[in-house]
């Protein structure tokens, strides 16, 4: 038996920004995804509707849902002290992705800077006898 679906609330100016968002042929597919979820949502749609509509399996629906229910207090109190531009970059935050944890880097920040400066600068000033840098050049 399915559980009760988060409550989905939205401002006049926050439901505007959706459906800007939503209609937007330069959002990312997600992003208009997501937002057509919400909306939906604050229509009272149930989650395995909305889920058909969008593609999604119902959890990944009640995920947003919820997602949007954690935030709302927060996009309230910016829809009511900053700009609206800052309230849609928000939204846009609500609706991508979580940062995903991943196999750590190669390099360090300060290896990085080391062969960018390097590579800036001409070959005969780290005493090699090259015209220009390659990528094997630079590795060695």
Do not use: Y
């Not at 935050?93 to 600068?121: M, Y």
């Amino acid at each position: 038996m399915p559980g009760t679906a988060a409550q989905v609330r939205l401002t006049e100016k926050q439901q505007s920004i959706l459906q800007q968002l939503a209609r937007a042929t330069t959002s990312s597919v997600r992003t208009v995804q997501r937002a057509r979820i919400i909306l939906m949502a604050h229509d009272r749609m149930f989650n395995q509707d909305i889920a058909a509509q969008v593609g999604l399996h119902r959890d990944q629906v009640g995920l947003w849902r919820r997602r949007w229910n954690e935030s709302w207090d927060a996009l309230t109190a910016i829809e009511c002290r900053e700009s609206t531009a800052l309230l849609s970059r928000t939204i846009e935050q609500v609706l991508s992705d979580a940062p995903r944890s991943g196999c750590p880097g190669t390099f360090t920040a300060e290896q990085v800077t080391q062969i960018l400066a390097t590579a800036c600068e001409p070959p005969e000033n780290s005493g090699r006898p090259i015209d220009c840098w390659t990528q094997r050049e630079l590795n060695d």
